[in-house]
């Protein structure tokens, strides 16, 4: 992870302290150039107004930093049904949604985990 992306994750550590954002959570940051994708969960909702607040978040410090340039491409959204599963919570968040589900997650859950470790160890 490179500063950039450190500073995006604790900026919004920062703001996962706030009541209406302690459900919140980062998923992924994927940075090209001077486009910033910061992709977000819940485990509620993520609504489209807590990603308009993020956004304003980061776009004071990329604004006053320059870090991206002066001009850059910011997207804050939803992790959404089109992206993979990549964090343990969000399997979490599934398993304790439909009980159809919750064996599956639970084992993929495992087993991501699993993944996640050996990953990290490496």
Known sequence: MNQ???KI??????????????????VEIIL?????EVYLD???????EKCKKVSRVLEAYLDETKVLGAEYTLEVSSAGVGKPLLMPR???KISRGSSKYKKLTERISTVYYLMLQKHILL
Do not use: R, Y
């Open 42 to 48: 819940s485990d509620t909702a993520i609504t489209f």
């Open 90 to 92: 969000q399997f979490e």
């Open 32 to 36: 090209k150039g001077n486009k910033l």
């Open 9 to 26: 994750k604790a900026l919004l550590d920062e703001k996962w302290l706030e009541p209406d954002f302690s459900d919140c959570f980062l």
């Open 4 to 6: 950039v992306e450190e």
